[in-house]
């Protein structure tokens, strides 16, 4: 598990570019559908709103997966919906990882981001998931925005949906460090 950096790097922290990413395919819920919403582009999106893992087996990746292959960036943006499934998670998305790693593809996770207002309580459920998604992902690129966020400020729409500018910052940080 490497967060942030190029794959000959085994350092947390830091960025860098991977020049041989040719497309990017996003696979999220909500929040990634919100991001697509405000960034536009040619970038292959899967998402749903209210999204979880369920539905990332049963059509996200399916819907995607056509889109992957040699020199893609896998993007998953996924967890709030179901924050007390981390395991199920780190066993899918590594099973994915090692598919699409043959296709020549590098699969990234990008971290639960933080909430405010009314949904400020699952802040530490979060960061708990977070946590435990860093450490058991194998072969997969971990990409943390959540610190990212609460270290720069960002601003939602309801507490738990970003405004334009702060899923602009979180798309631009993760291109970043690819």
Known sequence: MVTCQHPSSTSQGGSSTNNNV????????????????AVGGSDT???????GLDWMQSSGVPNAEGSIKNGSAVIILMGVNDLYRPDSYIS???QKASEWSSKGATTYFVSVNPTEGSYS??????????????SGLSNVRYIDT??????NGFSTTDGLHYTSDTYQKIYNYIKQHL
């Open 146 to 151: 959540n610190s990212y966020l609460q270290q």
């Open 45 to 51: 999106w899967s998402g749903k709103v209210s999204a």
């Open 22 to 37: 040719t497309n990017l395919v996003f696979i999220g819920d909500s929040r990634t559908v919100g991001m697509q919403a």
């Open 92 to 94: 899918y998305i590594n």
């Open 121 to 134: 309580h699952l802040n530490s459920d979060i960061n708990s998931f977070n946590q435990k998604l860093q």
